[in-house]
């Protein structure tokens, strides 16, 4: 069971707007940075957002990041087919001094 | 170009031991923390173990506490995990994560190698 919740599935049509949801706690979302992650099938990882709504330069702007709390928020808007994939959020624990992921989250694009 | 290429993945029956490395190259390995990550087949993603650019700051998983070793030789660069006791469990893909831009952010991924712990 992951300490980081996030919801197991989300959609939405092309060109929409989604928004995929990261809670935590006080020692881990609230008190560290939380990054993002998009897996595509059969794929590594790949860093989307970190230090909670930073992008690194190749990720277009589509994709943001933000914290409020103990909760984190990925958005990503004018969805694409190929943003078809899993996500992850992650942030570490001050308390358990341990590395977090969130369970993960389907997103289809219908 | 950073890159991250794990090896000394495989099959191995429960209880042995195997040895996992990840060469790395394109970045100031010697700086930068590093870590194990780990997915079991159709699982999600679950952090490992870490240890920072000297060695001197080392933590794990508790599922893996007292069975796995996270070392790293920053002249090779090259970070390694040994994995004893194995458990059926533990069967999953390993990849190694950097930290290069940001603490506790795995910023690049190896391609990942496969562990089946089976008899």
């Known amino acids: 069971q992951s300490v980081l919740t996030q919801p197991p599935s989300v959609s939405a049509a092309p060109g929409q707007k989604v928004t995929i949801s990261c809670s935590g706690s006080?020692?881990?979302?609230?008190?560290?940075?939380v990054s993002w992650y998009q897996q595509l099938p059969g794929t590594a990882p790949k860093l989307l957002i970190y230090?909670?709504?930073k992008r690194p330069s190749e990720i277009p702007d589509r994709f943001s990041g933000s914290r409020s709390g103990t909760s984190a928020t990925l958005g990503i808007t004018g969805l694409q087919t190929g943003d078809e994939a899993d996500y992850y959020c992650a942030a570490w624990d001050s308390s358990l001094s341990v590395g977090m992921f969130g369970g993960g989250t389907k997103l289809t694009v219908l | 170009e950073v890159q991250l290429v794990e090896s000394g993945g495989g099959l191995v029956k429960p209880g042995g031991s195997l040895r996992l490395s990840c060469a790395a190259s394109g970045f100031t390995f010697s700086t930068c923390s590093m870590n194990w990550v780990r997915q079991a087949p159709g699982k999600g993603l679950e952090w490992v173990s870490s240890?920072?650019?000297?060695?001197?700051?080392?933590c794990y998983a508790d599922p893996v506490k007292g069975r796995f070793t996270i070392s790293r030789d920053n002249a090779k660069k090259s970070l390694f995990l040994q994995m004893n006791s194995l458990r059926a469990e533990d069967t999953a893909v390993y990849y190694c994560?950097?930290?290069?831009?940001?603490?506790?952010?795995?910023?690049?991924w190896g391609q990942g190698i496969l562990v089946t712990v089976s008899s």
């Open positions: 230090e909670n709504n």
């Open positions: 006080s020692s881990n979302v609230e008190k560290n940075y």
């Open positions: 994560a950097s930290e290069v831009v940001s603490p506790s952010t795995y910023d690049y």
């Open positions: 240890i920072d650019g000297s060695s001197g700051y080392i």
